[in-house]
């Protein structure tokens, strides 16, 4: 015979009950925040250049609560190889936060000129887009103090190429700030170069002339121009972390259509039909 009493039992089957009520609330609340999340990458995939579908998360718990709330803690879109005219391949993060909705706006994400408390961009570029632009090839860029891969950000940097006319690469310090609303990257100390564009060797850079230190900081320095750069505002913070260069903007207290998460791009190369 059971030990359990007739009420324990009873007890134990109501618990059990709300247990599975409980994971099948999460689960369908987890479906209807998917289907959202799908239909929103499908539209900005769908009226933009992006190569591939976007990334994207909304947030909440439960999601569907935002029905009477009226408002999505945050939206979410990540759109990684992103082309970018003027400056090649990038990754770009975008997110709306506490984005008021109607109900409809929830199941379908058709949010247009939303109120939204922040609204933040931030892009990621690499050694080859940022080396492009500084004409140094084979930049690599690393953290000035921790120069493991999970380093944290820095606003100082280690950078490492080829200037332009140069044979060999040189190595230098750099600062990365955001000064008036622009963006810099600044060539601080000379750490190791060349001592001319033929030397078969580099030079610690305390033993390099004043104008070869002063030439080669001139080729890592530089104001990026980013009017060009697929952020909603200006920028507000630059860093390094993991080898790439982090460029951040927000806005508070705006307004926000779903369309605004979706960077600006190049138009995708038309293919030709096979056999033409």
Do not use: C
């Not at 015979?1 to 089957?13: C, D």
């Not at 060539?187 to 030079?203: G, N, Q, R, W």
């Not at 900081?217 to 060009?228: A, E, G, I, P, V």
């Amino acid at each position: 015979m059971s030990s359990f009493s007739p009420r324990r039992r009873t007890l134990i089957w109501v618990a059990v009950g709300l247990i599975i009520a409980f994971v099948m609330a999460v689960i369908a609340d987890s479906l209807v925040a998917a289907r959202t999340e799908y239909r929103i990458s499908q539209r900005l995939y769908t009226n933009s250049d992006l190569p591939n579908p976007p990334a994207v998360e909304v947030a909440g718990f439960p999601y569907v609560a935002s029905t009477f709330t009226h408002e999505l803690p945050s939206v979410t879109v990540t759109a990684r190889d992103v082309d970018v005219p003027g400056w090649g391949l990038m990754s770009v993060h975008s997110s709306a936060q506490y984005v008021t909705v109607t109900s409809d706006d929830v199941f379908t994400g058709n949010i247009e000129n939303a109120p939204a408390r922040k609204v933040f961009y931030r892009i990621q570029l690499d050694g080859v887009s940022i080396g492009d632009k500084i004409k140094i090839s084979d930049l690599l860029i690393q953290n000035k103090d921790d120069i493991s891969p999970r380093g944290g950000w820095e606003s100082e940097a280690i950078f490492e190429g080829t200037p332009k006319g140069y044979n060999l690469p040189a190595t230098v310090q750099v600062s990365l700030r955001v000064k008036a609303g622009e963006a810099y990257i600044t060539a601080t100390d000379v750490i190791e170069a060349p001592a001319s564009e033929s030397s078969a060797t580099v030079t610690d850079g305390n033993e390099l002339s004043d104008a070869t230190r002063q030439h080669i900081m001139d080729q890592f320095t530089m104001k990026l121009d980013t009017s060009t750069l697929p952020l909603r505002g200006k920028p507000v913070r630059i860093y390094v972390s993991g080898g790439s260069v982090f460029i951040e903007a927000e806005q508070y207290y705006t307004s926000v259509s779903i369309q605004d998460l979706a960077p600006r791009t190049r138009p995708l190369p038309e293919t030709e039909e096979p056999g033409l």
